[in-house]
């Protein structure tokens, strides 16, 4: 194929319609046809990254091979297409303005009045052209954040605005809608829909598909009323129903013909059969699993499912590999007490203690570390949570009563965690932390070498600050917490685990950013299986 495509996700009505999963969606369809697919995502805010951010506001923040701190929508994005994506699939207006600002500190516009159009539509634009330059891709789908109508969204509006009549034919634009219920007259309305796309066109901006999500199907008639309205032909008109999980999504798009509707407009071959026989048998074990484990997530943000989405995910690829179903229980670390303990975890087949920063929370996570310790629960630690099960394995085992990170007790006379030298004189928040991938020596005949199987030296992505204190290492050796993982360059404790225990791990860094429905990420496909195997050795 000569020329990049570029289709743009937008959004109206509603926010959290799902443009992400659509979008990663229709790129799982182009992407089995044979074709090269990225996504991006613009955000309307002016963080410059959402690393900055509590996951309260905005979800888990997703990083990226390259060390970028980004929106949870690459996340899906990767996790679909089995694909790396980078900086530069995920731009904010923040990182717009830092961009044009420097630039006209710099000079670069040569005595212009810098205004939002054109300079920053421009920067927009180039952002977006940016992933197809090389000619890699065929398709570049753009995810704009936020809905149409949005103040924040303008610039980003009038950028399509202007690449839709810059590019005609090798450019489209999808436009996701609500189409709500109204159970008291048993209608679906349309004129939600209508509304959209009349603002869409206040801006200049024609959708070529509706994709409508809805809860109940969508008949002829009302298929035939939205393209009347709207300005689109009826198979255009893509029903988006809700579904059971969204790894359905591809299928009921393709059922749809989103793909097919999406190659006839740019005028290219719809003949290429879509193999999608892997995500059939995925999907197919998803929904018939054999059995059942239920493992606790243990953080601090646990009242927001999108907290902790990239772990959520990777125990369902997890879940899959092992031929079950993971049922995880959501458990609020400040509300782990001595008193609450075996009645919040006794019934628990695995136990996993999340990341996190600061000191809330922090003692329940400890706690709930001990009694998989003790209990011989499986237990995973990501990043905090391995942090913190070297500091129980401290207080509790080598006697050190006050052992803690400097995170939270800078003046402890124990810091078996602590600030990494590089990061010592650091007072900037934004993308300062040890971040992306960095390679990781694993130990022989360890739990760790044993879930990678042939690989002596891993890479995995990193987000924090702090690290193991190696000044401890031997003394905890010689108790039964071995490094079982090791940075060959910079000698940092990467992977801790429990010699005489049916399955403990800690990881200094993120796995779950590497889970895909393609790739299970290892670690938690054997934690999941070490869960199975505790709780069928309690059956028998
Ligand atoms: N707060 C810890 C650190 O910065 C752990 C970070 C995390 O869990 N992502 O080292």
Request: glycine content about 8%.
């Amino acid at each position: 194929m000569s020329d990049t495509k570029y289709i743009f996700v937008t959004g109206g009505v509603a926010s959290s319609l799902g443009k992400g999963i659509i979008s990663a969606s229709l790129a799982k369809l182009l992407q089995a046809r044979g074709f090269n697919v990225t996504i991006q995502k613009l955000d309307p805010y002016i963080n410059v990254d959402p690393g900055t951010m509590n996951p309260f506001e905005h979800g888990e923040c997703y990083v990226t091979e390259d060390g970028a701190e980004t929106d949870l929508d690459l996340g899906h994005y990767e996790r679909f297409l089995n694909i790396s994506t980078s900086q530069a699939n995920n731009i904010t207006t923040g990182r717009i303005y830092q961009t044009v600002i420097t630039k006209e500190r710099k000079g670069e516009y040569l005595g212009k009045t810098v205004q939002v159009i054109p300079h920053i539509t421009d920067e927009i634009k180039r952002s977006i052209k940016l992933l197809g330059e090389d000619g890699d891709y065929d398709f570049v789908i753009t995810e704009i954040g936020g809905t149409v109508g949005d103040i924040e969204s303008l610039p980003y509006i009038e950028a399509v605005r202007q690449m839709k009549w810059e590019m005609k034919t090798d450019c489209l634009v999808i436009h996701l809608t609500l189409i709500p219920y109204l159970a008291a007259s048993g209608e679906l309305k349309t004129k939600p829909t209508q509304h959209s796309v009349k603002t869409f066109l206040e801006a200049g901006v024609q959708p070529d598909i509706l994709v409508c999500r809805t809860e109940k199907h969508l008949d002829t008639d009302i298929r035939k009323k939205i393209a009347l309205f709207c300005n689109v032909t009826q198979d255009a008109v893509i029903e988006s129903i809700d579904a059971d999980t969204i790894y359905d999504v591809p299928l009921l798009m393709k059922e749809e013909k989103l793909d097919k509707v999406v190659l006839e407009m740019l005028s290219l071959p719809t003949d290429t059969a879509a193999d999608l026989d892997d995500w059939i048998q995925f999907l197919n074990k998803l929904k018939n699993p054999k059995r059942k484990v239920r493992i606790g997530l243990i953080g601090k943000y646990v009242k927001l499912n999108d907290a902790y989405k990239s772990i959520a995910e990777s125990f369902i690829h997890a879940a899959v590999a092992n031929d079950c179903e993971v049922k995880l229980e959501r458990i609020d670390s400040e509300d782990i007490s001595e008193e609450s303990l075996s009645d919040k975890l006794g019934d628990l087949n695995g136990i996993l203690v999340a990341p996190g920063f600061g000191e809330r929370g922090i003692e329940g996570k400890i706690m709930a570390i001990k009694y998989a310790r003790e209990n011989g629960i499986p237990f995973l630690g990501i990043c905090l949570g391995m942090q913190c099960a070297v500091i129980e394995f401290a207080r509790n085992v080598l006697g050190l009563k006050d052992a803690h990170s400097t995170e939270m007790n800078p003046d402890t006379e124990n810091p078996i965690i602590d600030i990494m030298e590089s990061q010592k004189k650091i007072t900037d928040k934004g993308g300062t932390m040890r971040l992306g991938v960095y390679p990781c020596e694993l130990t022989n005949n360890t739990k760790a070498k044993k879930c990678y199987g042939s690989a002596n030296i891993i890479s995995e992505r990193h987000r924090h600050r702090f690290e193991f204190n190696n000044e401890f290492l031997e003394d905890f050796e010689k108790s039964g917490m071995i490094a079982s993982g090791i940075n060959p360059e910079f000698d940092l404790v990467e992977i801790i685990e429990l010699r005489d225990h049916p399955w403990f791990v800690g990881v200094q860094f993120h796995p779950e950013y590497k889970s895909t429905v393609a790739n299970p990420h290892p670690l938690f496909v054997n934690f999941v299986k070490a869960a199975i195997e505790v709780s069928e050795a309690i059956i028998n």
